[in-house]
């Protein structure tokens, strides 16, 4: 189909340069300072990928859709830009989906562009090649789904999706171009002036002064205060602010998993190593960027100390709707996190009263014995490498290296690796996020690693790894400083479950004993290393950081460690819950 905008001569024709709608989707993207794409070829999208990369793009490509897709998501969360995924047709596009719901669910932008088949022959059903009606199975799965009919809207299209994926809630948008698009052709003048440079594409949300006054008030009179970090926190990217908001207030703070180290996991007003007391005993808790979930047992129950006095919370969030989602939210702050604490600094001068040494000496010392109790830990070494020492190295390699960036998945494997290892620095830690998923490892680290040109460490369960494990060789491919550390411990959660029904199939949880996964990096050309001891373990991480080649350890983890689920085995119903 010609998009010809308007009638023009037979000589005009001729001689006019033309653009299409593959040049026009390169040079929206590109107008719009999006420099790297995560995808996966294939019709109708390959020439687009080698038009791309020819017109300087970097094209990362992947071994299937859903790491791709992860991959955008980490590259949004770390970069404020959106990240782009870009997937063929129906089965590309389905795998796509999962790493689009995931970002939309974490509050991280990215955009699925995929391709997609004839409209008259996907709308009519009648049996087209990857015959799919993709915009209408998105769209309950992301922010916002367009989809781009004739080359003169390719430039709105582009524009819609980057301004809905980083305004407000950051979050997942699709965007849907049939083949034929790609084909169009208009008049090269006409297309060029049809792209869109979205201004602003997040504009900054200024509280309301009523509001931060009410905040403040709820602050100032607390006894026993409390800041709580999210991933909100650390994606906002104004880490002075909100070191200066701890540091003026002197009110403890808890990270979340994705805020660690946006102040040192170090800090004096760290509260992690009292975490249980914190939650109970707060009688003001603050809330900046994290949503009362599941991950904070929605703010009431034992968790929050129930019954032991009122509790009452601020909440600093960009999204108007999540006050109250779970409990009363006595002083709702709306804005984005940087205007939003900065209106607060406004008011915390030198008279600011700190917190009762009551409270603050309280969780000093409960800190105190829970890190004596946990060096303790650490320092053994028993016969058989467990969760414990292994971390211990992983713990002093990060602390090395503060700049490195550590991907986290698995059960046992993502908790202790959490609460065992410390972080210094922000947005270095990325892991299962709100829905506690698997599968995320290799995406985020390939992205990690592209978007920051940092050492990039991957600590991984082995049935976590398995789900993008094929990606190593993406990582070899692209020669990305990555090291990947498999916990094997030979199965789901643990490797020693027996066949209830004592026939020759192994447990459902159990995989193949002493599998050797350091060999599948070396079939790529990477580094494998067979770890068995935390003295083999520093060995080889020290190396991978060393050399930055992709690298991979398998760490050979105590079999009967660990406990089913982890730290959230009670989410297991009743009948589980008796192993
Ligand atoms: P965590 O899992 O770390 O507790 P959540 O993902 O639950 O964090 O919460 C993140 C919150 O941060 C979301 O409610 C989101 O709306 C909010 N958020 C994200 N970016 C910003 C921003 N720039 N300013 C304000 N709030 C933000
Ligand atoms: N599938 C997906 C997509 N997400 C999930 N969270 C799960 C399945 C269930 N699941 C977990 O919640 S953790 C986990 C699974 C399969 C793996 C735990 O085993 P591991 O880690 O080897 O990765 P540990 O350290 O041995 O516990």
Same mark, same amino acid.
């Given at each position: 189909?010609?998009?010809?905008?308007?009638?023009?001569?037979?000589?005009?024709?001729?001689?006019?340069?033309?653009?299409?709608?593959?040049?026009?989707?390169?040079?929206?993207?590109?107008?719009?300072?999006?420099?790297?794409?995560?995808?996966?070829?294939?019709?109708?999208?390959?020439?687009?990928?080698?038009?791309?990369?020819?017109?300087?793009?970097?094209?990362?490509?992947?071994?299937?859709?859903?790491?791709?897709?992860?991959?955008?998501?980490?590259?949004?969360?770390?970069?404020?830009?959106?990240?782009?995924?870009?997937?063929?047709?129906?089965?590309?596009?389905?795998?796509?989906?999962?790493?689009?719901?995931?970002?939309?669910?974490?509050?991280?932008?990215?955009?699925?562009?995929?391709?997609?088949?004839?409209?008259?022959?996907?709308?009519?059903?009648?049996?087209?090649?990857?015959?799919?009606?993709?915009?209408?199975?998105?769209?309950?799965?992301?922010?916002?789904?367009?989809?781009?009919?004739?080359?003169?809207?390719?430039?709105?299209?582009?524009?819609?999706?980057?301004?809905?994926?980083?305004?407000?809630?950051?979050?997942?948008?699709?965007?849907?171009?049939?083949?034929?698009?790609?084909?169009?052709?208009?008049?090269?003048?006409?297309?060029?002036?049809?792209?869109?440079?979205?201004?602003?594409?997040?504009?900054?949300?200024?509280?309301?002064?009523?509001?931060?006054?009410?905040?403040?008030?709820?602050?100032?009179?607390?006894?026993?205060?409390?800041?709580?970090?999210?991933?909100?926190?650390?994606?906002?990217?104004?880490?002075?602010?909100?070191?200066?908001?701890?540091?003026?207030?002197?009110?403890?703070?808890?990270?979340?998993?994705?805020?660690?180290?946006?102040?040192?996991?170090?800090?004096?007003?760290?509260?992690?190593? !009292?975490? $249980?007391? %914190?939650?109970?005993? &707060?009688?003001? +808790?603050?809330?900046? @960027?994290?949503?009362?979930?599941? /991950? *904070?047992?929605?703010?009431?129950?034992?968790?929050?100390?129930?019954?032991?006095?009122?509790?009452?919370?601020?909440?600093?969030?960009?999204?108007?709707?999540? !006050?109250? $989602?779970? %409990?009363?939210?006595? &002083?709702?702050? +709306?804005?984005?996190? @940087?205007?939003?604490?900065?209106? /607060? *600094?406004?008011?915390?001068?030198?008279?600011?009263?700190?917190?009762?040494?009551?409270?603050?000496?309280?969780?000093?010392?409960?800190?105190?014995?829970?890190?004596?109790?946990?060096?303790?830990?650490?320092?053994?070494?028993?016969?058989?490498?467990?969760?414990?020492?292994?971390?211990?190295?992983?713990?002093?390699?990060?602390?090395?290296?503060?700049?490195?960036?550590?991907?986290?998945?698995?059960?046992?494997?993502?908790?202790?690796?959490?609460?065992?290892?410390?972080?210094?620095?922000?947005?270095?830690?990325?892991?299962?996020?709100?829905?506690?998923?698997?599968?995320?490892?290799?995406?985020?680290?390939?992205?990690?690693?592209?978007?920051?040109?940092?050492?990039?460490?991957?600590?991984?369960?082995?049935?976590?790894?398995?789900?993008?494990?094929?990606?190593?060789?993406?990582?070899?491919?692209?020669?990305?400083?990555?090291?990947?550390?498999?916990?094997?411990?030979?199965?789901?959660?643990?490797?020693?479950?027996?066949?209830?029904?004592?026939?020759?199939?192994?447990?459902?949880?159990?995989?193949?004993?002493?599998?050797?996964?350091?060999?599948?990096?070396?079939?790529?050309?990477?580094?494998?290393?067979?770890?068995?001891?935390?003295?083999?373990?520093?060995?080889?991480?020290?190396?991978?950081?060393?050399?930055?080649?992709?690298?991979?350890?398998?760490?050979?983890?105590?079999?009967?460690?660990?406990?089913?689920?982890?730290?959230?085995?009670?989410?297991?119903?009743?009948?589980?819950?008796?192993?």
């Amino acid at each position: 189909m010609s998009a010809v905008l308007s009638p023009v001569s037979a000589s005009e024709q001729e001689t006019a340069p033309t653009i299409d709608g593959f040049q026009l989707v390169i040079e929206a993207l590109k107008l719009n300072g999006i420099d790297t794409v995560f995808g996966l070829p294939g019709i109708p999208i390959t020439d687009l990928t080698r038009k791309m990369q020819a017109e300087g793009l970097r094209v990362i490509s992947f071994r299937h859709e859903q790491h791709a897709g992860n991959a955008a998501a980490a590259a949004g969360f770390l970069t404020q830009k959106p990240g782009i995924c870009l997937t063929v047709s129906a089965p590309g596009f389905l795998n796509g989906l999962t790493a689009l719901a995931n970002a939309t669910t974490n509050c991280f932008p990215m955009i699925l562009i995929s391709g997609s088949s004839e409209r008259e022959i996907v709308d009519l059903q009648q049996g087209d090649y990857e015959e799919m009606d993709q915009l209408a199975i998105a769209k309950p799965l992301c922010k916002a789904a367009y989809r781009v009919l004739h080359a003169e809207d390719i430039g709105v299209g582009v524009a819609r999706a980057i301004r809905s994926a980083l305004s407000g809630r950051p979050g997942g948008v699709y965007l849907d171009l049939p083949a034929k698009l790609f084909a169009q052709s208009m008049d090269a003048v006409k297309g060029r002036a049809s792209l869109i440079k979205v201004v602003d594409p997040a504009p900054r949300q200024i509280p309301a002064p009523d509001a931060v006054k009410r905040a403040l008030d709820l602050l100032r009179g607390a006894k026993r205060p409390l800041i709580l970090l999210g991933k909100g926190a650390a994606y906002a990217q104004c880490d002075a602010e909100i070191r200066a908001l701890v540091e003026k207030t002197g009110i403890p703070y808890l990270p979340m998993s994705m805020a660690k180290g946006l102040l040192p996991d170090t800090h004096a007003l760290s509260a992690s190593a !009292a975490r $249980s007391y %914190v939650l109970e005993q &707060a009688d003001v +808790v603050m809330l900046v @960027g994290a949503r009362l979930n599941w /991950l *904070l047992s929605h703010g009431k129950g034992k968790t929050w100390g129930a019954g032991q006095g009122p509790k009452q919370f601020i909440q600093i969030d960009i999204s108007p709707i999540e !006050a109250d $989602s779970n %409990v009363a939210i006595a &002083a709702p702050l +709306v804005g984005d996190i @940087g205007s939003c604490v900065s209106a /607060l *600094l406004g008011f915390i001068g030198p008279s600011w009263s700190k917190p009762p040494a009551e409270w603050t000496g309280a969780i000093a010392e409960r800190k105190d014995k829970n890190l004596s109790k946990m060096a303790e830990t650490l320092a053994k070494n028993p016969p058989t490498m467990n969760f414990h020492s292994a971390l211990a190295v992983v713990r002093n390699t990060v602390k090395a290296n503060p700049e490195a960036i550590v991907v986290n998945e698995g059960a046992n494997t993502l908790d202790f690796t959490r609460s065992i290892v410390d972080m210094y620095e922000p947005r270095k830690r990325l892991d299962v996020g709100t829905w506690g998923i698997m599968g995320i490892g290799m995406g985020f680290a390939v992205a990690a690693a592209v978007v920051t040109g940092k050492r990039v460490i991957a600590i991984e369960g082995d049935s976590a790894f398995g789900f993008s494990g094929m990606e190593v060789e993406t990582i070899c491919r692209y020669d990305l400083p990555v090291c990947v550390v498999v916990f094997n411990n030979n199965g789901v959660y643990k490797g020693t479950d027996v066949n209830l029904g004592g026939g020759k199939d192994v447990a459902p949880t159990v995989f193949v004993k002493n599998a050797r996964y350091d060999m599948m990096m070396m079939a790529f050309g990477g580094v494998g290393v067979h770890a068995t001891t935390p003295a083999e373990l520093d060995k080889a991480l020290k190396e991978a950081i060393a050399s930055g080649k992709p690298t991979l350890i398998n760490a050979v983890i105590d079999e009967t460690a660990g406990t089913e689920s982890g730290r959230i085995t009670s989410l297991n119903p009743t009948a589980a819950k008796k192993k």
